[in-house]
């Protein structure tokens, strides 16, 4: 499958599954999903980008007073996000967009938060090294992902389930995030671990 190919995949299975992503799940929640989105989305400050907003589950958790953009590559899930930020009376700026290749000029944002996406993003290097690009001089990036995780027990039943579930969500359940934010060139700090280590929050600056 070719990067374009990829990138058409993921934006068909999140408009398959838009509805289901904007309910998450009483259980990914109970997981620690929801308490990372809270702890990452609390740090935001100034212009901040969110990179794959998705529906916007993290938009009740960011301080008041941020310049909020949000990007993602699917129009049914922005669309979610939409109706939230109308609903939580939040601004945000919601545009429609590659996260491997960001419309933004260089070294435009304060914070670029990104949470539960990279294991959907066809070339997360790649849009690892965008959110550098557009971060300024002392901003931060922060992350909440899941992962492989570091135990080998957990991590060979992700390897198992890992096929199965990207065809149905696009979602790759054994990437490595830390790994991978290294491989796009940051040093990233690790915030907090969780869930047999499958959850990780991160914080890099430039
Ligand atoms: C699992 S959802 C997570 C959404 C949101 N960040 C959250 O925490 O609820 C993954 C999101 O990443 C988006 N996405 C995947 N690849 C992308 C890319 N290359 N550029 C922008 N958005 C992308 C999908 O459209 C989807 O909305």
New binding site residues.
């Given amino acids: 499958m070719g990067e374009q190919d990829d990138?058409a995949f993921?934006?068909d299975?999140?408009r398959e599954n838009?509805k289901y992503?904007d309910r998450?799940p009483v259980l990914i929640a109970a997981l620690g999903?929801r308490r990372l989105?809270r702890f990452v989305a609390a740090e935001a400050q100034g212009v901040t980008l969110?990179?794959?907003?998705?529906?916007?589950?993290?938009l009740p958790y960011y301080p008041r007073g941020i310049a909020l953009t949000g990007?993602?590559?699917?129009p049914e899930?922005?669309s979610y996000a939409a109706a939230r930020a109308r609903q939580l009376g939040i601004p945000v700026n919601l545009l429609e967009?590659?996260?491997?290749a960001l419309p933004f000029p260089d070294q435009s944002f304060d914070t670029v938060i990104?949470?539960?996406?990279g294991?959907?993003?066809?070339?997360p290097v790649a849009?690892y090294r965008e959110m550098r690009r557009v971060l300024r001089p002392g901003g931060q990036l922060l992350l909440?992902e899941h992962g492989r995780g570091d135990r080998s027990l957990v991590g060979r039943l992700l390897d198992r389930f890992a096929p199965g579930h990207y065809r149905s969500?696009?979602?790759h359940l054994n990437r490595s995030p830390l790994d991978l934010v290294k491989a796009a060139g940051w040093q990233p700090q690790v915030l907090h671990r969780g869930a047999a280590g499958v959850l990780i929050a991160l914080r890099a600056t430039v």
Avoid: H, K, Q, Y
Avoid at 71 to 74: A, Q, V
């Fill in positions: 990138v993921v934006r299975r999140f838009a992503f998450e999903f989105r969110e990179v794959a907003v998705g529906t916007g589950l993290n990007i993602d590559l699917s899930m922005l967009g590659d996260a491997a990104e949470t539960f996406s294991c959907t993003f066809p070339d849009a909440a969500t696009a979602c």
